[in-house]
């Protein structure tokens, strides 16, 4: 029987492609959350009155941060879900090793953020057409408060964010996976953390560690630190999920 | 043939007893290429290395000679090999099964040899 | 060339070794049945042969390599077993499509032929299956993957006694055809026998015996007559099973190192010879310390 040789990359390939016709579930789950976001931006409106020189003039604030933000968790809770037992041993149906699974589901997190990126930056438009269509009274205004800016930077935006929470689901998972004490453990580290951070000074350092990301003002360096970050999360995931038995 | 796989006798050895009974019936002639392991394995639902055994035997014992890459052929020899094995055989099981049957009487030797000689001079008048 | 090499291989639980020092060396293209009580390790062992799970000390080799995360034993291997996770939203036609694309060896002519044959549709998902409809359509992944080394774990699980038979006929004419290295372990070896070169048999993590069928077919035979007859025949011998029954009647399994003299002797002597089934020999050579079911219930009765 004659031997097969497989290179690295092909199997990467082969399983990304797999993950992607497989793994519906991810899909028809963004589509869910970016709509309930949407729903939440027109409900949760800032209207405001203002009476000057006779006129009376009132604004409405929609906002499509909600889709952004319910996308950045969809982000976390997809890449945890993806290190689950059943998802890992899809994989070992057919050719694969840790680290090619890792990989691909890594690229296929990275793909799935990025459209998510997409089309929460279209939403955009799809919260402005129901506010004309619904006939909001006076004009209405939608702004996204942390990117009031074009749909270009809502999409790097969201997309840094949601690729840097991903990362930190997989790790998240991959040390579950690894030892289920970490079910407990990774919570009370993160909230531990949380109120050990806000104690000095009014939460100086966690003013500091939020402005790392997002008071930086030059986009590039915006993607450059979010998926830096991003790449050490999925490298220590990976160095975990080398040594971790399937089927055990 | 249906294979006995509860019986003491190896199967291989009872794909080589189908082959010599296929050579005695003449359904295998002289020269005529014998089934190989593969067809062997096929028709009996038995794993290659069986048939292979059973095949080995026959040719240990010339009833078939190997053609290096070809396949095994029967030999001349084959039937009166055969013919000759299978008499020693068969007339030493019978013979094991008296002397079993002779035993478990209290019967001597005497007696046993006393009444195959009478049965000997009966089935000779007969003829 | 060595299909597989073990080498004190241990498999340690927090409690328990599920392999406790197996030393086996298997050969290429043969098919090999592994058989052993329920928690002998034998699916422990092939877990680790096709890289699931890490040996905890010793050495494996599949095709020179050591499995866990091995590429190349992975694209060569392939791990069937009655719990395959294939994922839900994939129809069974669309996972055999994916089989064609990770194993480069694997014939879908033959896998779409098998899928007909064994009545399978399109469009139907591999959780919804029954127990003996899954086993089957993973044998035909396992089939036509094709792999030089093809592992079946408890491949007839569910199956009914004509899929079973089906399965071993497709199994024996794609080997014959395509031979390769084929790993079976099984609870029905009376039913497999036939298709075996060699036997692997595990009893408690350890590698009890390890032989080509043809010798296990010998390996013991049963004596029954009186005591007083079979005992001297029993001087020095590995005696594996002995039941007594009437009054001194006695039947025993021992292990076959007589001569043809012998054995003709002891037929004169009025014991009855007979063959020990491979499933027997194995039963008896895997048996539990400390006398068995009757031993259970008899210490319940005295009480």
């Not at chain 3, 699931?52 to 590429?71: A, T, Y």
């Not at chain 3, 408890?154 to 390769?180: C, N, Q, S, W």
Request: overall charge negative.
């Amino acid at each position: 029987m004659s031997f097969v040789q497989m290179k690295a990359s092909e199997v990467i390939g082969k399983q990304l492609v797999y993950k992607c016709k497989s793994y519906a579930g991810v899909f028809t789950s963004l589509v869910v959350i970016q709509l309930l976001g949407a729903l939440f931006s027109l409900l949760a409106t800032s209207g405001s009155m203002r009476s000057t020189l006779g006129y009376d003039v009132r604004v409405q604030t929609y906002t499509v941060d909600m889709v952004i933000v319910f996308t950045i968790f969809w982000g976390f809770i997809t890449a945890l879900l993806l290190t689950t037992r059943a998802y890992r041993e899809d994989d070992f149906a057919f050719v694969t090793n840790r680290n090619s699974s890792n990989i691909s589901t890594i690229a296929f997190l990275t793909l799935v953020g990025l459209i998510s990126s997409v089309t929460a930056a279209l939403s955009f438009y799809l919260v402005r057409v129901v506010v004309f269509l619904i006939g909001a009274e006076g004009d209405a205004v939608i702004s996204s408060a942390s990117v009031d800016a074009s749909l270009l930077l809502i999409i790097f935006y969201t997309f840094g964010s949601v690729i840097l929470f991903s990362s930190m689901g997989y790790v998240a998972g991959v040390m579950v996976q690894w030892s289920k004490l970490f079910i407990f453990i990774l919570p009370a580290v993160v909230i531990g953390g949380l109120i050990l951070l806000y104690q000095p000074s009014d939460g100086a350092v966690m003013n500091a560690f939020f402005s790392f990301y997002y008071r930086e003002a030059n986009l590039l360096f915006y993607l450059l630190k979010t998926t830096a970050t991003a790449a050490i999360f999925y490298s220590v995931a990976v160095l975990l999920s080398n040594r971790l038995e399937v089927k055990g | 043939m249906i294979l006995d796989t509860d019986g003491l006798k190896p199967i291989y050895i009872q794909i080589a007893e189908w082959i010599e009974s296929e050579i005695l019936h003449g359904n295998l002639q002289q020269d005529d290429k014998v089934y190989s392991q593969y067809k062997l394995a096929d028709m009996y639902n038995i794993n290659p290395a069986t048939a292979a055994k059973g095949l080995k035997l026959l040719a240990d014992e010339e009833i078939v000679y190997d053609k290096r890459g070809i396949g095994k052929f029967v030999s001349e020899k084959a039937q009166a090999i055969i013919v000759e094995k299978r008499k020693g055989q068969s007339l030493k099981h019978l013979l094991e099964d008296v002397v079993s049957e002779a035993k478990r009487l209290n019967m001597t030797e005497e007696e046993v040899r006393k009444a195959l000689k009478e049965l000997w001079k009966t089935s000779g008048e007969d003829d | 060339m060595k299909a597989i090499h073990c080498k004190e291989l241990t498999k340690q639980y927090r409690r328990k070794a599920a392999l406790d020092g197996v030393d086996l060396s298997i050969d290429d293209n043969k098919i090999i049945g592994l058989i052993g009580r329920n928690g002998a390790g034998k699916t422990t062992l092939l877990k680790i042969i096709s890289g699931m799970l890490r040996e905890s000390s010793g050495h494996v080799e599949v095709f020179s390599k050591r499995p866990f995360n091995n590429l190349f034993v992975s694209a060569n291997s392939i791990y069937i077993d009655d719990q395959m996770n294939f994922p839900p939203s994939l129809t069974l036609k669309e996972l055999l499509k994916e089989g064609r694309r990770f194993y480069k060896n694997w014939d879908h002519d033959l896998a779409l032929r098998l899928f007909e044959h064994f009545g399978f549709h399109e469009k139907e998902s591999h959780k919804n299956l029954s127990k003996g409809k899954e086993s089957t359509f993973n044998m035909i992944v396992g089939l036509c993957s094709r792999c030089p080394l093809t592992i079946f774990d408890e491949p007839t699980t569910g199956m009914d006694a004509a899929v079973r038979k089906d399965f071993h006929r497709a199994l024996l004419k794609d080997y014959i055809a395509h031979p390769r290295t084929i790993l079976l372990s099984t609870h029905y070896m009376n039913e497999m026998e036939d298709l075996f070169e060699e036997v692997v048999l595990l009893d408690h993590g350890k590698l009890r015996l390890h032989t080509t069928m043809d010798d296990l077919r010998e390996y013991a035979i049963g004596l029954s007559g009186k005591v007083s007859s079979v005992q001297p025949w029993l001087e020095g011998r590995d005696v594996l099973d002995q039941q007594e029954s009437g009054l001194d009647d006695v039947q025993v399994a021992v292990k076959h190192d007589y001569t043809d003299g012998e054995i003709q002797r002891m037929r004169l002597d009025g014991i009855s010879v007979t063959s020990i089934q491979p499933t027997d020999a194995c039963m008896f050579l895997t048996k539990q310390e400390g006398g068995g079911l009757d031993h259970v219930f008899r210490s319940n009765e005295s009480e």
